[in-house]
Structure formats: C-alpha cells, structure tokens
C-alpha cells in the first residue's frame, strides 16, 4: 500500500446484515469477532474442556498459541480431535436466545512466522511467551460446523462453506506491511473507523488484522470488528476498500 491515498474515493454502504441469513457467514462473522473459545480434548477416553485464546487465520480456521505443559496439548498429542465453542452470548439477557458456533475437527500444529505473527498481533500478551520453545502454534480445522442462532435456529454447517474458499495467498502476505502503514501513517483514518462507523469511544486504535471479509482493531484490552461490503482479495483492493471506508466515515 502506498501512503497517498486515504483521501480520496467513494462512499461504502455499511451493513451489519448478511444476505439471506446465511448461515456460514454468519459463523464466519462469530470466529471473525472473538477472541476465546472452551477447548474441548480427549484425555484418555474421557472429555476435557479448557479455555483457550484464538485468532481466525484469513480463511476463518482458528489458530491457537498452546502449551506442550498444558493438559489440553498433551491431550491433543494423544489424539488430535478437538471441539471449539464460540458463544457470543454475553450481552444477551437470556443467553439461550443468542449466538454461538460449536467446531467439530482436528488440532494441527504448525510453523509458519506468518501466523504466529497474526497471532501475537491480535492478542499482545502473549508476544511475552509466543517465542518460548514449550509453545506451539496449531491451526484447529473444522469438519463441521454446529451454529445455533437462537431458539428454533440451528444450522450445520460443512467445512467447505464454512471457510473462506476464494485465494486469500496475496492479501496474507501483504498483511504484516499493511497493518504496519496504516498504524503509521493513517492513525486518523483508524480512529475514524473506530468512532464513525462503529461508534466506539476514542482511545489509541491500531488495526491488529485484516483479512477478506473485514479488519480488526485494538485499542489496549478493548477490540472492535468492521466487516467489508464485499470481499477484498488482494492489497490492491484492501487499498481501496479502507479508501472508501475513510471517506464514509469523515462524513
């Protein structure tokens, strides 16, 4: 990206709506949103259930930053299947009426800098441990999805619409360096997303992720989520998709 044009483009329609309901992308907006999930393992025959952090990769698979002392790694290490449940039901004064995505797959551990990168960027804390050499990276891949919406509104879900399938190679790789020019030279137009178009109070926002579907900010403990109104493939079109989100957010 380059730092010239942040100033100019045209107007995007802002939607928290998703045509016809869609079930998979809804499921993409809950792995998308948060930040934690219970871990479900198998230690031994019987079931364990540990609370772990997670950040979506660009195809919505959760990645997790885990510890081989942990009970949950060496219950993966011992049998690879998991399940992640994602509630987003906090803010719901019946918790039963609102969402929340249980993930049925596998636990991969895997290498890859790019990752852990995306990792550390979306939870800060851990860069204090991200590098330790008891801590491994792995990448949960769902068989299934399980998305209950509310009462009378459940859906399964197959892998396959689950995750994002179009070619996101381009994008992850110019992540690192977007991420870094926009916390550099357009902080203004961060902030402006943060207050204008998601109507969050001020505070030092920085774009901590940005993937097909959306971007995501940080400021300190506090995170915010702005989905894109179409899906963005390559740091040319990221570029002018966060064009078009600073004009509409400076009106």
Request: charged share 25%; hydrophobic share 45%; no cysteine.
């Amino acid at each position: 990206m380059q730092s010239r044009d942040l100033d100019a483009g045209a107007p995007v329609e802002m939607s928290e709506t998703v045509p016809d309901g869609d079930p998979a992308t809804l499921a993409r907006r809950l792995l998308r949103r948060s930040g934690r999930a219970a871990l479900a393992t198998s230690m031994r025959g019987a079931p364990y259930v540990s609370l772990a952090l997670f950040v979506a990769d660009l195809d919505a698979s959760p990645l997790l930053l885990l510890s081989d002392l942990a009970q949950h790694s060496r219950n993966i290490a011992f049998d690879p299947r998991i399940s992640l449940l994602i509630d987003a039901t906090r803010d719901y004064p019946d918790p039963l009426t609102g969402p929340r995505l249980t993930l049925i797959g596998r636990a991969e551990a895997i290498t890859d800098p790019r990752l852990l990168g995306r990792f550390v960027a979306h939870h800060p804390a851990s860069a204090i441990y991200a590098e330790f050499a008891d801590f491994r990276l792995y990448r949960a891949v769902p068989e299934r999805g399980h998305l209950v919406e509310g009462f009378g509104r459940i859906h399964w879900i197959d892998r396959h619409d689950l995750l994002f399938a179009d070619d996101n190679g381009a994008l992850a790789a110019a992540e690192p360096e977007i991420l870094r020019h926009m916390n550099a030279d357009h902080a203004d137009a961060i902030a402006s997303y943060a207050r204008n178009l998601l109507g969050r109070g001020s505070g030092d926002w920085q774009m901590s992720g940005i993937d097909p579907e959306g971007l995501d900010l940080r400021s300190g403990s506090d995170s915010a989520r702005l989905d894109f109104p179409a899906p963005v493939l390559t740091p040319e079109d990221a570029r002018k998709t966060l064009v078009q989100l600073a004009v509409e957010a400076r009106k």
